[in-house]
């Protein structure tokens, strides 16, 4: 599918639109009602949005993001900036962070979990198109924000791989993909103690409760959080008590292509030696990671359940982790473009277009409209593009453009979309699906150049 010019430029208008509508001044809300504070991997897709239209706002962006950072490094998956006119929950009181000497002083407010790590992603993007006459500023600011991205990935290196497997271990479903049923059995496993009371307020914004997840994964989430909060968010403490350990290889992959990142703005950053060593040794052992949780009779990777000690074996978006850490083994690579056009993903008839659900349609546990159970999401697929585009897949790249630009041009910037019907689902007017149209629409234009 390609989209007419006309098309891309009122896209351009729009999406720009999005972001400017929801900028709260130094920061983004991730959607206008449904998440009005600043959450961490939505700040890192926005930015690579505000690259597009001010690379000073968009370091701005990770700048705020990385002030609330944790005293292991740990970047908080939502900082709540939002006065009490935007109500969201769980809200600050519920994850009482005040518990942890490590998280950051008041006025600071953040939850005690984080999100992958795609800041990286953005700060190369930000590099990339920064202006000649603005780069003197813009790599000062870089160079302060470096070593605190490096700080990051080492917390994910070590408090969160203590095993030094290569793979990140998740603490909730709230670290990327929530309601997935990658987390089913491991939740199924938990016995909750009933959460205190709570009034979700998720339903004011998105009222289709077969969008959203259930209220039995609600009790399960915040019940998850007094876990954490009773561990004071102590690493070493949940690592040895907590019942929820995953190593996620979606997450794992993240990481992967974000070291490959930092690796990359070494010279520009001044990066250390120390730190260039640091950085190579993550990279190889976040590939050798996923290299041993690949299956070569589904050519998928597996998530790994560590306190069940068993492998999750599902087909969901997260199993293609060897294609989004841009892998380099040419026979895994062959097996996962395979079976990404095979009918268990793009290839399915019924899809509206060739984009990759969050949930294959032949899992069991497959709901078309329920958030990470089904739906397409713009970010994931464009996470997906630009691996393909960096792999050197680029008609499969471009593909994934033109049918997410076409997905796009109702203009509503929807959360996710139901994949038969292409209809928008969840928020409308979404930072990070505005942002990544930006990144998008602007790639025609590196192409005509380059090419
Ligand atoms: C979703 O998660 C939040 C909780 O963090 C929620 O449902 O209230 C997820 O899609 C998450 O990955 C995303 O960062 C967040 C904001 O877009 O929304």
């Keep these: 599918m390609s989209v007419s010019a006309g098309t891309r430029a009122t896209l351009r208008e729009q999406a720009a639109a999005v972001l400017h509508g929801n900028d709260a001044g130094g920061w983004t809300r991730a959607a206008p009602v449904l998440y009005p504070h600043q959450w961490s991997w939505d700040s890192a897709f926005i930015a690579i949005g505000w690259a ?5 706002r968009a370091i701005t962006e990770l700048e705020q993001l990385f002030a609330a950072q944790w005293a292991t490094g740990m970047v908080p998956h939502v900082v709540f900036r ?10 600050p009181e519920w994850w009482d962070t005040s518990v942890s000497p490590a998280a950051p002083a008041a006025p600071l407010r953040t939850t005690g979990i984080c999100q992958p790590p795609v800041h990286a992603l953005a700060l190369q993007r930000i590099w990339q198109l920064t202006p000649r006459e603005q780069r003197p500023a813009i790599r000062a600011r870089l160079q302060a924000l470096y070593p605190r991205v490096v700080n990051w990935h080492r917390y994910l290196a070590t408090q969160r791989d203590p095993e030094a497997s290569g793979l990140v271990t998740t603490y909730h479903p709230w670290e990327g993909t929530d309601n997935s049923p990658r987390w089913d059995r491991a939740l199924e496993r938990i016995t909750v103690a009933r959460p205190g009371p709570y009034t979700r307020l998720d339903g004011n914004a998105v009222p289709d409760p077969s969008q959203r997840p259930t209220n039995w994964d609600y009790d399960r989430f915040l019940w ?10 102590d690493d070493a403490r949940i690592y040895r008590e907590y019942p929820f350990l995953i190593k996620d290889v979606f997450f794992s992959a993240v990481l992967v292509a974000a070291n490959a990142a930092l690796l990359d703005l070494a010279d520009v950053a001044g990066a250390s030696g120390e730190a260039r060593e640091q950085l190579a040794g993550w990279l190889d052992r976040g590939r050798a990671g996923l290299a041993g949780r690949f299956d070569p009779r589904t050519g998928l990777c597996a998530d790994y359940d560590v306190r069940a ?36 993903f793009c290839g399915h008839q019924g899809l509206r277009w060739r984009l990759l659900p969050s949930t294959s349609p032949a899992e069991p546990s497959f709901e078309p409209r329920n958030y990470w159970r089904g739906p397409v999401w713009p970010v994931i697929s464009w996470l997906l593009w630009q691996s393909l585009d960096l792999l050197g897949y680029s008609d499969r790249a471009d593909a994934v453009r033109g049918d ?19 209809k928008q689902l969840g928020s409308t007017r979404q930072s990070w699906t505005a942002a990544v149209t930006l990144d998008w629409l602007a790639s025609y234009q590196r192409t005509a150049v380059s090419g």
């Design 224 to 233: 998850l959080v007094e876990q954490l909060r009773k561990y004071r968010y």
């Design 404 to 422: 997410s630009l076409g997905q796009l041009a109702d203009g509503e910037f929807g959360e996710y979309y139901e994949p038969f019907t292409g």
């Design 52 to 56: 597009h239209l001010d690379v000073s």
């Design 82 to 91: 939002a006065g009490p006119e935007h109500p969201y929950f769980p809200g």
């Design 309 to 344: 000690g068993a492998d999750i074996r599902l087909k969901t978006f997260a199993g293609f982790a060897p294609l989004f850490a841009r892998t380099a083994d040419p026979g895994q690579r062959a097996a996962q473009l395979r079976l990404l056009d095979s009918a268990d």
